[in-house]
């Protein structure tokens, strides 16, 4: 074939041709994938005989597997100083069993966001993510949209909403150059400059009940299914203050507005079966009480008044919240083929989330190099292709 000739390895076997549109790939680990550029799906079965493989060895002399910052990876021939997204080991496969190695193989604290959903193609998905302008919502809106998904970014802020947007499609169109030239080869050089992100933003500010709902009906106006919501905005550390609405703002933010956002989109979450809804909850759950001393649920400790606020224990309290929300949801709409999931995205993980307060942005800065985990890209790619309830966090 054409690819392994480049990489310097011819295949003489022809039952093991490849039909036109089809390409061999490979994951970081070395499993291989089968690319349809005409179609624009991907699969773990051989087109034509239905067999999986892997490769077999290591790389031949003089080439390096490398990553690059979107998470793709290529190879560097340093001999005859060349690169490619070609796997040079093709040539040499083995057939394997139909088991697909675990996310506990696959990743680790190191991975990507865009390397976890590598090899998916998430094309006719439709997904909205709260609070999707900065931090790992805009991570992770970046990668569901260069993976084909049609993304909604619900922002507070719809100016920083907006440059979020061109951010993304600036990176589709100016990536590294072995992935732009990747993509060239994918679409023979025509589409490239056709195919684009599908990514908006859309106003939606939590503190607001009346903004929640003008979202859902302005959503709901496109006439769009709703595939995957994701529930990540939130506040931290933020002092006491009362919302339009009369709540405690980190209580209506981080759990209200997200309890009512998923009440009004319930019906299009239902048409849109099968779906998810992921909500970004945190350990911190678990350092918290919601109820009084006769075991019942304090609705005064929800939304506490001025004397009684402590910013860390009404964030915790929202985040516990946040997971029996999930697990009541799930058991709910899962009959109706919509499943929930609840996740931690990662101890001290660096987002504008901690802007609140100096201290905080100091105690995320010192402690970020020692601090990471991809729990929420891996809750959202299990999400998506599993039907299971999970709450994604530490044992």
């Given at each position: 074939m054409a690819a392994l000739k480049y990489a310097g390895l011819e295949d003489t076997d022809s039952e093991e041709e490849l039909p036109p549109g089809w390409e061999e790939r490979t994951t970081k680990d070395g499993w291989v994938y089968y690319a349809n550029h005409l179609e624009e799906k991907t699969q773990w079965e051989h087109p034509k005989s239905g067999k999986r493989k892997r490769v077999a060895g290591g790389l031949p002399y003089g080439w390096e597997q490398e990553t690059d910052e979107n998470g793709q990876v290529y190879f560097v021939d340093h001999i005859n100083k060349r690169t490619t997204y070609l796997d040079p080991r093709l040539a040499f496969?083995?057939?394997?069993?139909?088991?697909?190695?675990?996310?506990?193989?696959?990743?680790?604290?190191?991975?990507?966001?865009?390397?976890?959903?590598?090899?998916?193609?998430?094309?006719?998905?439709?997904?909205?993510?709260?609070?999707?302008?900065?931090?790992?919502?805009?991570?992770?809106?970046?990668?569901?949209?260069?993976?084909?998904?049609?993304?909604?970014?619900?922002?507070?802020?719809?100016?920083?909403?907006?440059?979020?947007?061109?951010?993304?499609?600036?990176?589709w169109s100016t990536g590294p150059i072995v992935y732009r030239l990747e993509w060239l080869f994918w679409n023979m050089w025509s589409r490239a400059t056709e195919h684009k992100a599908k990514v908006e933003a859309m106003t939606l500010d939590l503190a607001s009940l009346q903004s929640v709902q003008h979202f859902a009906e302005a959503f709901k106006s496109k006439n769009v299914p709703l595939h995957i919501l994701i529930c990540n905005a939130a506040v931290f550390g933020a002092p006491w203050c009362l919302t339009e609405d009369?709540?405690?703002?980190?209580?209506?933010?981080?759990?209200?507005?997200?309890?009512?956002?998923?009440?009004?989109?319930?019906?299009?979450?239902?048409?849109?079966?099968?779906?998810?809804?992921?909500?970004?909850?945190?350990?911190?759950?678990?350092?918290?009480?919601?109820?009084?001393?006769?075991?019942?649920?304090?609705?005064?400790?929800?939304?506490?008044?001025?004397?009684?606020?402590?910013?860390?224990?009404?964030?915790?309290?929202?985040?516990?919240?946040?997971?029996?929300?999930?697990?009541?949801?799930?058991?709910?709409?899962?009959?109706?083929?919509?499943?929930?999931?609840?996740?931690?995205?990662?101890?001290?993980?660096?987002?504008?989330?901690?802007?609140?307060?100096?201290?905080?942005?100091?105690?995320?800065?010192?402690?970020?190099?020692?601090?990471?985990?991809?729990?929420?890209?891996?809750?959202?790619?299990?999400?998506?292709?599993?039907?299971?309830?999970?709450?994604?966090?530490?044992?």
């Open positions: 496969t083995v057939e394997d069993n139909p088991v697909k190695p675990t996310t506990r193989q696959k990743y680790d604290g190191n991975s990507t966001a865009m390397e976890i959903l590598q090899g998916r193609d998430l094309s006719g998905k439709v997904v909205v993510i709260t609070g999707a302008n900065s931090g790992i919502g805009f991570e992770t809106a970046k990668s569901l949209a260069l993976h084909g998904a049609y993304v909604i970014l619900a922002c507070r802020n719809t100016s920083r909403g907006n440059e979020a947007v061109q951010r993304i499609l600036l990176e009369g709540l405690e703002s980190t209580f209506q933010v981080n759990h209200l507005g997200h309890f009512y956002l998923v009440q009004l989109l319930e019906d299009v979450l239902r048409r849109s079966s099968p779906a998810r809804v992921v909500v970004v909850s945190s350990e911190s759950h678990r350092f918290t009480e919601i109820k009084d001393d006769s075991g019942k649920l304090d609705f005064s400790l929800l939304s506490p008044s001025k004397k009684e606020y402590w910013a860390m224990l009404a964030y915790n309290r929202s985040k516990l919240c946040n997971i029996l929300f999930s697990n009541e949801l799930n058991r709910r709409l899962s009959p109706h083929g919509v499943t929930s999931n609840s996740v931690h995205p990662g101890n001290m993980i660096y987002s504008s989330i901690h802007r609140n307060w100096w201290v905080y942005t100091l105690l995320f800065t010192l402690a970020r190099p020692f601090t990471k985990s991809m729990l929420f890209i891996l809750c959202v790619r299990r999400s998506l292709f599993q039907k299971d309830m999970f709450y994604f966090g530490f044992s």
